[in-house]
C-alpha cells in the first residue's frame, strides 16, 4: 500500500473559523511533512515530523499549528487564517533520511479562506 | 539555503519531438527526485536519482544526473499529449526536499 490520504479533499473556512486538515499512510514511513501550494508554483515546504517529533518548522505563521499524534497520522489545524492562505495542502510522507527513500504525496486538500 | 532552478519555464513542443529540461542546483545533495503533476493533482514521482551518473528510463522519460556539475537532465523522447504537464525536480539533503521552480510543458498535436 504506496497510500497518502488525506481529507478534506476541499475546505472553504471564514477568517475566523478552526478547522483541521488530517493526513494518514500505513507504509511505516517516520517522516511526514506537510507543504503549501500557490497555483503554478512548486510545492512550499511548511513542516517535517520525524519519528513524530518536529525536526523542521520553515518560520510558517502561528495560524498553523502541525500535530503528529502517532507515527501515521499528521494533523494541521488551522485558526484564524488570511486570504492568502489558500491553496493547495499537500501531505507527503518518507523513510527518514540516512538512505534511499522515496516521498509519497497525499492528493491534498484544496483551501479557500473567505 | 539550497537553490533549485529549473529552465525552461515553460515549454510548448509538437509531438513527435525531443526536448531537454534542465534541472540546476547550489549545493551538494544526497539525491534527486523528478515529480510531474497534472492541473489541480498531486505530485506524481517520477524518479529517484541517487548517484553521481544515474540514468533511469520510463517510457519517454529519461532523466540523468551529474553531482559535479549539480546538474539533472529529463529528456522527453517523441513528445505526445499525455506528457502535457508540469514537471518538478527537488533536491534532497536530510528530510528537507527542495523543490525547483517547475516546468509547464505543453504538448502540441
Known amino acids: 500500500d504506496t497510500e497518502v490520504t488525506q481529507t478534506p479533499k476541499h475546505l472553504v473556512m471564514g477568517m475566523t473559523n478552526k478547522k483541521s486538515l488530517k493526513c494518514e499512510q500505513h507504509m511505516g514511513h517516520r517522516a511526514m511533512y506537510w507543504y503549501k501550494q500557490k497555483a503554478k508554483k512548486p510545492p512550499e515546504l511548511m513542516f517535517v515530523y520525524s519519528y513524530e517529533k518536529l525536526s523542521i518548522n520553515e518560520s510558517v505563521p502561528s495560524r498553523f499549528s502541525p500535530e503528529c499524534p502517532n507515527s501515521s497520522l499528521l494533523n494541521l489545524h488551522l485558526h484564524a487564517l488570511q486570504p492568502e492562505d489558500s491553496a493547495l495542502y499537500l501531505c507527503?510522507?518518507?523513510?527518514?533520511?540516512?538512505?534511499?527513500?522515496?516521498?509519497?504525496f497525499g492528493p491534498g486538500t484544496r483551501l479557500t479562506v473567505t | 539555503e539550497l537553490k533549485v532552478e529549473q529552465n525552461p519555464l515553460f515549454l510548448s513542443m509538437q509531438e513527435g519531438k525531443n526536448y531537454t529540461i534542465y534541472c540546476n542546483y547550489s549545493t551538494t545533495s544526497d539525491r534527486l527526485y523528478w515529480y510531474r503533476q497534472d492541473p489541480g493533482k498531486s505530485l506524481e514521482s517520477l524518479f529517484v536519482?541517487?548517484?553521481?551518473?544515474a540514468v533511469k528510463q520510463e517510457g519517454r522519460l529519461m532523466a540523468s544526473l551529474d553531482t559535479k556539475a549539480r546538474l539533472s537532465t529529463l529528456h522527453i523522447t517523441a513528445a505526445v499529449h499525455d506528457l502535457s504537464a508540469t514537471y518538478f525536480c527537488?533536491?534532497?539533503?536530510?528530510?528537507?526536499?527542495?523543490f525547483g521552480t517547475g516546468t509547464s510543458l505543453t504538448v502540441i498535436p
Open positions: 536519482l541517487l548517484s553521481n551518473g
Open positions: 507527503a510522507s518518507s523513510l527518514p533520511s540516512g538512505g534511499y527513500s522515496e516521498q509519497y
Open positions: 527537488a533536491v534532497v539533503t536530510g528530510n528537507q526536499f527542495y
